[in-house]
């Protein structure tokens, strides 16, 4: 996990004081120190292009700011995008259509149509998706993604690649769909497949490469079809808690780059990190708005709930805090960290040592850069947060606050309703 500087009690993100952020831009806040996403860029991206030509399709599911994704695209990044939203963000945010791949889950035939609009790549996860595009265009590079019948992931509701799975190309039907995107006169370029999300060993990683390049030569054998990429999914795990491992990437990539050249002639491999880019990338900041002490336990009322963060609620995840304006002090007592939300589930962090609460202090959430921000929601109407940038003792606003408005601008009251 990432630590921060401390001047004189105040928690300091690249050079800026964090109680002056939380001031200027207002509570809950997700502040991004745009050094550190290009650095963990850097990182991914190097340790396997040492190996073999590489392609890292940031998964922009975790995180979609139009800023974060210009900082990447600068970087040279490709995209993992998973809906015509995320397709269009891209864009927007300056991607050429080539660095895109596409890769939707029960895709509407609106969508696909979308999407070949758009000339970005496209990754099929099923036979209809295949039959359908057939009737849109052939003349368009495509690949598939296949369920490998390995599963990984902190939590089962972000498993992906198991047996049964509702995403990819069964294995059993996994030549066949290749012979008949051939028949159909496509031109396919690669295979794909992801594991799940979070999962903090290699063993998911090595396992899905060793079928994955198993089906590079069975289509090439039994196809007669030369794949040129062979992209192993997201899902790299990072370090939560204080004293949490990080993850090997030199080990990965030489086990991955290894195996993938031993075994086959493909060219380039691909990976789709979201979490491993952004997540460290952010914390949170939020204000304890509300102190109360109920039988044993110490409440610490903060201004962001689960409609800010919902990992811990959703998925018992766990998120170091600190606080912010009291950084060199120690805990002192155990408190629960809970948000503003009318739901006994609302939490952002359980028993934690914290140094005494008053109203007033800034909670700093960290790893708050992947599914923090993309998962936030409106719930009891409450508009979503500011997310600031900084860079080289810089602070700028990158979204801004909603304000009310924002929850009503869609909604439309029938007249007779409003007399
Ligand atoms: N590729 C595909 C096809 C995916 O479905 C995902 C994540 C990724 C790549 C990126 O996975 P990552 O490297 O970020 O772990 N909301 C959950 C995570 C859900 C991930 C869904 N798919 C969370 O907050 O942990």
Same mark, same amino acid.
């Given at each position: 996990m990432r630590d921060y500087e401390n001047n004189k009690g105040t928690m300091m993100i690249d050079g800026v004081s964090s109680v002056d952020i939380a001031n200027k831009f207002g509570t809950p806040v997700y502040v991004t120190d745009e050094q550190i996403v290009r650095e963990n860029y850097r990182n991914i991206y190097n340790a396997f292009a040492q190996y073999m030509p590489t392609e890292?399709?940031?998964?922009c599911k975790a995180n979609t700011n139009l800023a974060i994704l210009s900082i990447l695209n600068q970087e040279g990044s490709h995209i993992d995008a998973v809906s015509i939203g995320e397709v269009l963000t891209c864009l927007k945010a300056g991607f050429p259509a080539e660095r895109i791949m596409y890769t939707g889950v029960n895709v509407s035939d609106e969508e696909l149509a979308q999407v070949v609009q758009t000339g970005c790549r496209i990754n099929l996860d099923s036979r209809s998706e295949l039959e359908r595009l057939a009737k849109i265009t052939t003349d368009i590079p495509i690949s598939f993604r296949i369920t490998p019948g390995v599963a990984s992931g902190h939590s089962e509701k972000v498993?992906?690649?198991?047996?049964? *799975?509702?995403?990819?190309?069964p294995m059993n039907q996994v030549i066949d769909t290749y012979a008949r995107a051939k028949d159909l006169g496509f031109d396919v370029k690669g295979i794909h497949a992801h594991t799940g999300s979070?999962?903090?060993?290699t063993d998911p990683f090595t396992d899905v490469v060793d079928v994955l390049c198993e089906m590079v030569n069975r289509i090439e054998e039994e196809v007669n079809i030369k794949l040129e990429f062979l992209d192993f999914g997201g899902g790299i795990g990072v370090p939560y808690r204080p004293h949490d491992p990080e993850a090997d990437l030199n080990e990965l990539a030489i086990l991955i780059t290894d195996t993938i050249q031993e075994e086959t002639d493909i060219k380039t491999v691909a990976l789709e990190p979201g979490r491993f880019i952004v997540c460290d990338s952010t914390v949170l900041l939020t204000k304890c708005v509300d102190i109360k002490e109920a039988g044993m336990k110490k409440f610490v009322g903060v201004d962001a709930g689960f409609n800010t963060l919902i990992r811990p609620a959703l998925y018992d995840s766990y998120h170091y805090v600190a606080v912010a304006n009291k950084f060199n002090k120690a805990g002192v007592a155990k408190y629960e960290v809970v948000?503003?939300?009318?739901? *006994?589930?609302?939490?952002?962090?359980?028993?934690r040592a914290l140094p005494e609460m008053e109203e007033g202090d800034i909670v700093a959430v960290y790893c708050g850069g992947a599914y923090g921000f993309s998962m936030s929601s409106n719930y009891n109407s409450r508009p979503r947060c500011a997310e600031v940038l900084v860079n080289n003792g810089e602070a700028e606003l990158i979204r801004e606050r909603e304000d009310f408005e924002d929850l009503w601008r869609h909604q439309i009251v029938p007249a007779r309703l409003s007399k």
């Open positions: 890292v399709h940031y998964a498993m992906t690649g198991g047996k049964g *799975s509702k995403f990819g190309i979070g999962g903090m060993t948000g503003p939300i009318c739901k *006994s589930g609302d939490y952002i962090a359980h028993d």
